[in-house]
């Protein structure tokens, strides 16, 4: 639960190996941290995003779809 909750809220493992040492909390170590999320969260975050990805485009199947930008250039020559 810790590597996902890290994971998910942008933490990385000091912050939360800090926090712990304060609150006087055992957690895991920093290679099992990364061997969790790296075998079960990123994962399942990668294969949600593909899901919901295929979802959202097969919506706009046979739709008509307008895409709209900005272009932006800088000319360096013109910048102090």
């Known amino acids: 639960m810790l590597s996902a909750a890290s994971l998910l809220s942008g933490n990385n ?3 939360i190996s800090d926090f712990a040492k304060v609150m006087k909390l055992p957690i895991v170590n920093i290679s099992t941290y ?5 075998t079960y969260l990123v994962p399942s975050i990668d294969q949600f995003w593909i899901n919901h990805q295929t979802s959202t485009l097969e ?4 739709k008509d779809v307008v895409v709209l930008g900005i272009i932006f250039h800088v000319n ?3 910048v102090l």
């Open 34 to 38: 990364h061997r969790i999320q790296r």
């Open 76 to 78: 360096m020559s013109y």
């Open 59 to 62: 919506d706009y199947i046979g």
């Open 13 to 15: 493992f000091q912050k």
